[in-house]
């Protein structure tokens, strides 16, 4: 039986809502979309005539990032594509627990081209991230491998310990469909599924994995997901 990345029938629009494509199986459940923010607990009491030196130390939502993360079931099908029933099902173990979850922004997106990414330039251009510090520059700035069937082995590029957004485990990986990347369908963000870790919002899950995002104010993204069980 080949295993290989097949789409999970789900997209997920970013600041909207959950839409399901037919057939919609498998689904997404999300419980919850939220966005950070900063409240102003600190203030200086002054008078006329006073000059005061104040530094502010604070945080700020990124606008150019969107993550997710949760947990994966499913099965191994020995079928004959959607037709029909399957000969014979095996549950996926979650013990085991291996595999990849990636999103893209295309409904489509060639797995049996994947190339390797040597260069972030085409994600800050294809979304607008600018020179900012949290541009793809700043943030996939390491060298990763996954291996994705049909392809196999491939190399993108990814998070760095200090910018990851979780635990160590939790690398996205970026990577391409295309030796000549430039469209944001032409890209997609992985993470090799793991068991017991804790994600970043606190929950133990499966998986966790960033995304570019329109950094325009009210902007939305959709991004469809694909799995990888074996």
């Known amino acids: 039986m080949k295993n290989g990345l097949i789409l999970a029938l789900f997209g997920v629009l970013i600041l909207g809502s959950v839409f ?36 502010v130390n604070t945080n700020a939502s990124t606008e150019r990032w969107v993550g997710f993360y949760g947990n994966v079931s499913g099965n191994l099908l020995l079928k004959k594509g959607d037709l029909g029933a399957a000969l014979y099902t095996w549950t996926w173990s979650t013990a085991v ?19 390797n990414l040597a260069a972030v330039t085409g994600i800050n251009t294809a979304w607008g991230l600018g020179a900012a510090a949290d541009n793809a520059t700043g943030t996939l700035n ?5 291996n994705i069937n049909p392809v196999g ?13 979780g635990a160590d485990t939790w690398e996205t ?11 944001k369908n032409d890209y997609a963000f992985c993470v090799n599924i793991s068991l017991g870790n804790t994600a970043a919002p606190g929950p133990i899950s499966m ?14 993204e959709s991004y469809f997901f694909y799995v990888e069980l074996i």
């Open 97 to 115: 627990a291996t595999g990849e979850v990636c999103v893209s922004t295309d409904p489509a997106f060639g797995w049996a081209t994947l190339a």
């Open 153 to 165: 082995a491939v190399t993108g590029l990814g998070q760095t310990t200090a910018n990851d957004v």
């Open 207 to 220: 998986y966790q994995v960033i995304a570019p995002a329109n950094p325009v104010a009210n902007a939305t």
């Open 173 to 183: 990986c970026a990577v391409a469909d295309t030796a000549a990347p430039g469209a």
């Open 142 to 146: 390491e060298s990763c491998n996954l």
């Open 20 to 55: 399901a494509i037919e057939p919609a199986d498998p689904t997404a459940d999300v419980q919850d979309r939220y966005n950070f923010s900063v409240t102003g607990d600190n203030n200086v009491t002054t008078e006329g005539g006073n000059v005061t030196n104040v530094t």
